[in-house]
């Protein structure tokens, strides 16, 4: 079973509210990944945890925070954010983040910041 | 830097008409090639890794071939299931703190009409 899943599906949000996107997978993984992809481009990394510690933060802003409570949970916090934060928010995981091993991806969650 | 290009950025092809998309990459060394599938609004479906030149892979009517300096995804016969945009991702040698990253290219998205 090569599956990712995420919730919600769809998120609206003031820029004042918080709220968390919440991944999970049960492959054994040891490695997951959070992307934002906008309209019409390619996924760009924000974070990589390893062994259930951040290895990767891509200059993300603070407004987003990730959290990996255990080896198949992965959160991000979101706060404050702004109406560009709109965007699919996708979750990966892969058994290491080494040896070019493949990242299988979550359905995202589409969050549109009002 | 390194540098992932595809092309074409899109391509209409008639049911049965076989045709191929181009991904060529700059790294400084290749850990691994990624080819995924993603339909509008959902998270790329994983298709292959390729990890050195003169490697091939095929899956239905989907076949990825790598050489140095690029890869192909050749479909054939395909049917308008196949419509979605076709991504490639290479994972870099690098440095301890590249550790886990994908490059993406652009993107091809391909359109199948019966």
């Known amino acids: 079973d090569t599956e990712v899943t995420q919730t919600p599906k769809h998120l609206v949000m003031g820029m004042t509210n918080k709220k968390s996107l919440k991944c999970e997978q049960h492959?054994?993984?040891?490695?997951m990944y959070w992307y934002k992809q906008k309209a019409k481009k390619p996924p760009e990394l924000m974070f990589v945890?390893?062994?259930?510690?951040?290895?990767i933060n891509e200059s993300v802003p603070s407004r987003f925070s990730p959290e990996c409570p255990n080896s198949s949970l992965l959160n991000l916090h979101l706060h404050a954010l702004q109406p560009e934060d709109s965007a699919l928010y996708l979750c990966?995981?892969?058994?290491?983040?080494?040896?070019?091993?493949?990242?299988?991806f979550g359905p995202g969650t589409r969050l549109t910041v009002t | 830097e390194d540098q992932v290009t595809q092309s074409p950025e899109a391509l209409r092809l008639q049911e049965g008409e076989s045709s191929s998309l181009n991904c060529s990459y700059t790294?400084?060394?290749?850990?691994?090639l990624f080819w995924y599938r993603q339909d509008p609004g959902k998270g790329p479906e994983f298709l292959f890794t390729?990890?050195?030149a003169g490697e091939e892979k095929e899956k239905e009517r989907l076949k990825a071939t790598l050489t140095k300096k690029e890869s192909f995804l050749h479909i054939t016969a395909p049917k308008p299931e196949d419509s979605a945009t076709y991504l490639c991702?290479?994972?870099?040698?690098?440095?301890?703190?590249?550790?886990?990253?994908?490059?993406f290219g652009a993107g091809t998205q391909v359109v199948v009409t019966p």
């Open positions: 990966a995981s892969s058994q290491d983040g080494r040896q070019g091993s493949e990242q299988y």
């Open positions: 492959m054994g993984h040891r490695a």
């Open positions: 945890y390893s062994y259930e510690k951040l290895s």
């Open positions: 790294v400084s060394g290749l850990r691994g």
């Open positions: 390729l990890y050195s």
């Open positions: 991702a290479v994972q870099a040698t690098g440095t301890t703190d590249s550790w886990g990253k994908l490059q």
